[in-house]
């Protein structure tokens, strides 16, 4: 079983940046950042696994947001930059232990607020 704790989330304004980090118990295969906006359902931003570099995104955060491992401290970030009122939501770190399918562990989540 794995535990994720996630942090820093916040109220930002338009065109602000906000880093969002995920501590890890244990090691897993990848990692990735979901995202929940209110009456809508979660979505992926971003995943990368813990053996390539080799990130990807949503397009609607292409350019704006950067995701990266540090195997040191088994953490994960999101640097999200020039944030718009539509990336306001609740933030969720994932992991999975396989190469493909469903990500089973959960952090508890992080609200993430732009206001223009």
């Known amino acids: 079983q794995v535990q994720l704790t996630e942090s820093g989330g916040g109220l930002v304004q338009v065109g602000g940046s906000l880093r969002l980090s995920c501590t890890a118990s244990?090691?897993?295969?990848?990692m990735a950042w979901f995202r929940q906006a209110p009456g809508k359902e979660r979505e992926p931003v971003a995943t990368?696994?813990?053996?390539?570099?080799?990130?990807h995104y949503t397009d609607a955060v292409k350019g704006r947001f950067n995701i990266s491992l540090d195997a040191d401290t088994n953490t994960a970030y999101l640097q999200m930059n020039n944030l718009k009122p539509e990336d306001t939501a609740v933030y969720y770190c994932?992991?999975?232990?396989?190469?493909?399918?469903?990500?089973?562990?959960w952090g508890q989540g992080t609200q993430v607020t732009v206001s223009s």
């Open positions: 994932a992991a999975r232990e396989a190469i493909v399918g469903t990500y089973q562990y």
């Open positions: 244990g090691r897993t295969y990848s």
């Open positions: 990368m696994s813990w053996y390539g570099n080799n990130p």
